[in-house]
């Protein structure tokens, strides 16, 4: 069975951090590119960073740049997004998803556009709160 899991979530005070993984079970993370996305209530699904299918690429989304850092270790099939400095308004359901490189044409494309992704995982819950 092909899926992606998140972990790492929980409650933090702002200016905490937390570490989220993704891992993949069923399929080698090797050959997709990878996006973490974030949907607060009433807001619609955004992308906070992707990485390249080789690493060699990552993108941010404005508000979290200087913040968050996504990392992949392709040999235990997880990618990581470290959050730290957290603000109550990074306060979300986040989840990973990985799109095929092959949908770029390249191994060092990634996008924060939640369309087309391949696989997502269920989401883990944030709460930045004191």
């Known amino acids: 069975q092909l899926q992606l899991v998140e972990s790492g979530g929980g409650l933090v005070q702002p200016g905490g951090s937390l570490r989220l993984s993704c891992a993949a079970s069923?399929?080698?993370?090797?050959?997709?590119?990878i996006g973490w996305f974030r949907q607060a209530p009433g807001k619609e699904r955004e992308g906070v960073s992707c990485?390249?299918?080789?690493?060699?690429?990552?993108s941010y989304v404005d508000s979290v740049k200087g913040r968050f850092t996504i990392s992949r270790d392709n040999a235990k099939n997880t990618v990581y997004l470290q959050m730290n400095s957290l603000k109550p308004e990074d306060t979300a359901v986040y989840y990973c998803?990985?799109?095929?490189?092959?949908?770029?044409?390249?191994?060092?494309?990634?996008?924060?556009?939640?369309?087309?992704?391949?696989?997502w995982g269920k989401g883990t819950l944030v709460t930045v709160s004191s």
């Open positions: 069923g399929f080698t993370l090797d050959d997709y590119a």
């Open positions: 990485i390249s299918s080789r690493g060699g690429r990552t």
């Open positions: 998803a990985a799109v095929w490189y092959g949908r770029y044409g390249n191994r060092w494309s990634c996008g924060l556009s939640p369309g087309g992704m391949d696989y």
